[in-house]
């Protein structure tokens, strides 16, 4: 039986302060023996949407203590800016709450960052229900996406993660072929060159 070599991913889950987050990263690097952390620190416990204030704090102390830090934090742009300031080279903004399944709620903000940080690691984290949304945020150019309950709470696992395994793959692919610009007119998909003038008068 073969095995895989996988690079674990602690998570600061359950902290509700920088302090409380910077403690556990601490020990989950003893205990795994790596450097990299999934930084989350909830501000609020209806909606677990990250606190971005503790997040950006215990993410300038992380980094200088030579962590490789996965901040989750919402969709907006200027936290963004202040977590990649502090050193963060991976972004990970959240579609919609965790476990909502309601996918990507502000897709124009997600954009927004990607546009703004054309070369930075983008992981949509939090959200995602569907292989639709799944793809749906490959072709926006983000690098990847989390996942838990769209999985776990399928009827068949194993068929639902083969089958964003798929939806990943053709949004990343729609994204490097280069999606077409919406119009807010009609225009022909077959051209009129060639067609018999009879047509072309209609």
Known sequence: MGYYKIHVLPNTAGSHSAKEAITTAQMAREVFGTNWIKLEVI????NLQPDPFETVKAAEVLIKEGFEVF????????????????????IMPWGSMIGSGKGLMN???LIA???QFPGLQ???DAGIGKPSHATQAMELG???ILLNSAIAL???PV???DAFRVAVDAGRLGYEAGVMQEREFASPSTPTVGTPFWHQFD
């Open 113 to 115: 960052i990607r546009k």
């Open 43 to 46: 501000g609020d416990q209806y």
């Open 159 to 161: 068929k639902m993660a």
């Open 107 to 109: 897709p124009d903000n």
């Open 142 to 144: 983000y690098d990847g």
């Open 122 to 124: 983008l992981v949509v």
């Open 154 to 156: 399928a009827q068949d």
């Open 71 to 90: 901040p989750y934090t919402t969709d907006d742009l200027v936290v963004a800016k202040r977590l990649v300031d502090v050193g963060c080279k991976i």
